[in-house]
Structure formats: C-alpha cells, structure tokens
T-cell receptor, first 111, second 117 residues
Framework: GQNIDQPTEMTATEGAIVQINCTYQ??????LFWYQQHAGEAPTFLSY????GLEEKGRFSSFLSRSKGYSYLLLKELQMKDSASYLC????????????FGPGTRLSVLP | GAGVSQSPSNKVTEKGKDVELRCDPI?????LYWYRQSLGQGLEFLIY????????KSGLPSDRFSAERTGGSVSTLTIQRTQQEDSAVYLC???????????????FGPGTRLTVT
C-alpha cells in the first residue's frame, strides 16, 4: 500500500520552533500537502510541495525530499492557537490525483 | 463565496437503518472527496469523484456504502443497514480538480457526525 507515517503526538513550548516529520513510500505520489485540524473542526490547507526544497509561508514552512520519501512541517514562534492536529497527505501520481492522508500528529503547545 | 456545506451536521440512527449524508461542494470544483474520521484518528478515504469520470470507489469499506454525484455538483453518501462501527465523522471535500492549474488543495466541509446506537 501507499503508507504515510507521522508521529502520533508532539509537545512544544509557546514561542519555540517545532518540526513535524512525515515519511512516505517514494513511488506513487507527486505532491505532499499539509493540513491543520483543530479539535472538532474540518482540516484546512496549510502548505504543499511538489519539488524538492523548502516552501515558506509566514510562520509555517514545509520541506520535501522526493528521493528520501520525507517531508516536514516547520512551525516557528509557536502560539497557543497552533495546538491542533497536523495531517500530511500525499497526492497520488495519476491523472485523478486522489489523496492519501497520514494518521496526523497531535501538537500541544504549552505556555 | 460559500464553502463546502454538509448536512445534517449530526445524525443519530439505530443499528440496521439506512442513512443519507449530503455534500454541496464549492461551485466550479470538479473534484469531490468523501472521507471518514473516527475519534482521534486520521482521515480514511472513501470515494472520489472527478468530473464525468467513473468514481474511484476503492476506499468504500463494504457494499453497504455507496455514493453518487448528480449533475457534477451535489453528492450523497448512503450507508445501508448501519452498524455501530460506522459511527464516525464523515467529511466531504472539493477541489478545482487536476489540469486546472494551481495547487488543487482540498476545501473541507464541517462534516456530519454519525452515531449508530
């Protein structure tokens, strides 16, 4: 299958930097997406990578290495409101472009 | 503009009954996805519609589950003879679809929380 793996839970301190990793099978995907999901709410799009390298969007950055099947989401200057689950999703490498989601990483930001 | 809407927001049903869940995607979005999310878990893919192509039903867990999309817009997910293990939040998402340029990210609806008693 096309597995996507993420750590289940992470804890960080307000104002700090945290990196959430995502690993996946190298074949079958042509893009990596990150979504944020607050408890009881729907996921919202954060960032995506198609090519290798770092994409920066304000306090959030995402990195992709296609050869290693590895991505990470970097959150800087953590705020309490960043406490949420972060979902890594691979876009399948076919015309239909369906998505496979990882299990999500629950991030708790402590004061 | 309006986002993805789903109805009902909550549904409680008895085991063995049939349920219908509705999704209204963003206007102009050709791609529509259904996911299931159990408490504290990730998203489980159910079915994907893209334009007029045959849907990708590979994620449907059993033949009790079916979905249709009428006129390329509204979609209905039907669960027949519901079981307790069907209890979950059912999320619908839409996107512009492939070949339209851009990121093609998904926009999610608020979900329908289904409880089977």
């Amino acid at each position: 299958g096309q597995n996507i793996d993420q750590p289940t839970e992470m804890t960080a301190t307000e104002g700090a930097i945290v990196q959430i990793n995502c690993t996946y099978q190298t074949s079958g995907f042509n893009g990596l997406f990150w979504y944020q999901q607050h408890a009881g709410e729907a996921p919202t799009f954060l960032s995506y990578n198609v090519l290798d390298g770092l994409e920066e969007k304000g306090r959030f950055s995402s990195f992709l290495s296609r050869s290693k099947g590895y991505s990470y989401l970097l959150l800087k200057e953590l705020q309490m409101k960043d406490s949420a689950s972060y979902l890594c999703a691979g876009r399948r490498d076919n015309y239909g472009q369906n998505f496979v989601f990882g299990p999500g990483t629950r991030l708790s930001v402590l004061p | 503009g309006a986002g993805v809407s789903q109805s009902p927001s909550n549904k409680v049903t008895e085991k063995g009954k049939d349920v219908e869940l509705r999704c209204d995607p963003i206007s102009g979005h050709t791609a529509l996805y259904w996911y299931r999310q159990s408490l504290g878990q990730g998203l489980e893919f159910l079915i994907y519609f893209q334009g007029n192509s045959a849907p990708d039903k590979s994620g449907l867990p059993s033949d009790r589950f079916s979905a249709e999309r009428t006129g390329g817009s509204v979609s209905t997910l039907t669960i027949q003879r519901t079981q307790q293990e069907d209890s979950a939040v059912y999320l619908c998402a839409s996107s512009l679809g492939p070949g339209r340029g851009g990121v093609n990210e998904q926009y999610f609806g608020p979900g329908t929380r289904l409880t089977v008693t």
